[in-house]
């Protein structure tokens, strides 16, 4: 069988998981059965930059494009088909002839604390030893704790667990969605609140990217969630204004209620000394326009943020 739709994808045990999900979906939107898929829809693992460097910050290295940069040249050379991303880690600008052509429900956006210790942020100790590679985690985790010691922390999920076993750590955070789609919910101690640690814009989501020509195919619809879609483009608008990337302190979250979308953006001091916050909403997310009022919301936001923040990045 000649493959229908090639699946470029990174190969950590979570970046599979998420592009697994995707391929039976699409095999169900093309009606294809489970026992062809490895056929019809393959994975093509390729990995990325951000996988081989782990002893540094993204910051150092380039920023989380690196995450994505090699899998958008298969994409784009025609190696591949679509390619699966985590949201978070695209960056606010597309590559000439590539899109974002869906976006799938949401999981959790949340943040999770994860301790073999301690029950709960709270509880963490004067001192304690706190992993992540984040800066948006450091400044939110020093804005409320300005005692902790913040330690980088990168790699795999299981890299970074099992660094936490072996004491290196007090405690670490990472995304409640990579630990729920892994089925490593038990380890979560703590769900943060989106108050006090905003996530990373689309933290939770999957980006589904394809060439331009490629967006009217069949599957693309099916997959794409309106809801989540228009929810992102706000928080990636804000993204932008703020210049989002791994030097800049920033969360971006959008919650729907009653037809109604509610932004919530900031950014923070890198040591957390500091946070500068605004929110506002959009009326109907159901309107022909509600991407690009979304999106021109999260610009606004993301625009009166940087003017009072100023410029906060840190250079590596």
């Given at each position: 069988?000649?493959?229908l739709?090639?699946?470029?994808?990174?190969?950590?045990k979570?970046?599979?998981?998420?592009s697994?999900m995707?391929?039976?979906?699409?095999g169900?939107?093309?009606?294809?059965?489970?026992?062809?898929?490895?056929?019809?829809?393959?994975?093509?693992e390729?990995?990325?930059?951000?996988?081989?460097?782990?002893?540094?910050?993204?910051?150092?290295?380039?920023?989380?494009?690196?995450?994505?940069?090699?899998?958008?040249?298969a994409?784009?050379?025609?190696?591949?088909d679509?390619?699966?991303?985590?949201?978070k880690?695209v960056?606010?600008?597309?590559?000439?002839?590539?899109c974002i052509?869906?976006?799938?429900?949401?999981?959790?956006p949340?943040?999770?604390?994860?301790?073999?210790?301690?029950?709960?942020?709270a509880?963490?100790?004067?001192?304690?030893?706190?992993?992540?590679?984040?800066?948006?985690?450091?400044?939110?985790?020093?804005?409320?704790?300005?005692?902790?010691?913040?330690?980088?922390?990168?790699?795999?999920?299981d890299?970074?667990?099992?660094?936490l076993?072996?004491?290196?750590?007090?405690?670490?955070?990472?995304?409640?969605?990579?630990?729920?789609?892994?089925?490593?919910?038990?380890?979560?101690?703590?769900r943060?609140?989106?108050?006090?640690?905003?996530?990373?814009?689309g933290?939770?989501?999957?980006?589904?990217?394809?060439?331009?020509?490629?967006?009217?195919?069949?599957?693309?619809?099916?997959l794409?969630?309106?809801?989540?879609?228009?929810?992102?483009?706000?928080?990636?608008?804000?993204?932008?204004?703020?210049e989002?990337?791994?030097?800049t302190?920033?969360?971006?979250?959008?919650?729907?209620a009653?037809?109604?979308?509610?932004?919530?953006t900031?950014?923070?001091?890198?040591?957390?000394?500091?946070?500068?916050?605004r929110?506002?909403?959009?009326?109907?997310?159901?309107?022909?326009d509600?991407?690009?009022?979304a999106?021109?919301?999260g610009?606004r936001?993301?625009?009166?943020?940087?003017a009072?923040?100023?410029?906060?990045?840190?250079?590596?």
């Amino acid at each position: 069988m000649a493959p229908l739709v090639r699946i470029g994808t990174r190969r950590s045990k979570l970046a599979l998981t998420q592009s697994g999900m995707m391929q039976r979906a699409i095999g169900r939107a093309l009606g294809v059965a489970d026992a062809d898929l490895p056929e019809a829809v393959p994975l093509v693992e390729i990995v990325t930059t951000g996988d081989r460097v782990q002893d540094r910050r993204l910051m150092e290295i380039g920023g989380k494009a690196l995450f994505t940069k090699e899998i958008e040249e298969a994409l784009a050379e025609g190696r591949v088909d679509v390619a699966v991303h985590s949201m978070k880690d695209v960056p606010a600008d597309q590559p000439d002839g590539l899109c974002i052509a869906a976006v799938p429900p949401r999981e959790d956006p949340r943040d999770a604390f994860v301790s073999e210790t301690f029950a709960s942020f709270a509880d963490l100790p004067v001192g304690a030893r706190l992993g992540t590679a984040s800066l948006r985690r450091q400044a939110q985790a020093l804005a409320l704790r300005p005692d902790l010691t913040i330690e980088m922390l990168r790699g795999n999920v299981d890299t970074r667990l099992r660094k936490l076993a072996e004491g290196e750590f007090d405690a670490i955070l990472l995304a409640v969605s990579g630990l729920n789609r892994l089925g490593f919910e038990d380890v979560i101690r703590e769900r943060l609140s989106l108050d006090a640690f905003v996530p990373a814009p689309g933290q939770g989501a999957l980006a589904l990217q394809t060439r331009m020509e490629d967006t009217d195919a069949a599957w693309v619809a099916a997959l794409n969630d309106p809801m989540t879609a228009v929810a992102v483009a706000a928080e990636r608008g804000a993204m932008t204004a703020l210049e989002g990337s791994c030097r800049t302190a920033m969360g971006a979250h959008a919650e729907i209620a009653d037809g109604h979308l509610r932004l919530t953006t900031e950014m923070l001091a890198p040591d957390g000394s500091a946070r500068w916050r605004r929110s506002g909403e959009i009326g109907d997310v159901t309107a022909a326009d509600a991407m690009d009022q979304a999106r021109a919301l999260g610009l606004r936001l993301g625009a009166e943020v940087h003017a009072m923040a100023g410029d906060q990045r840190v250079e590596p």
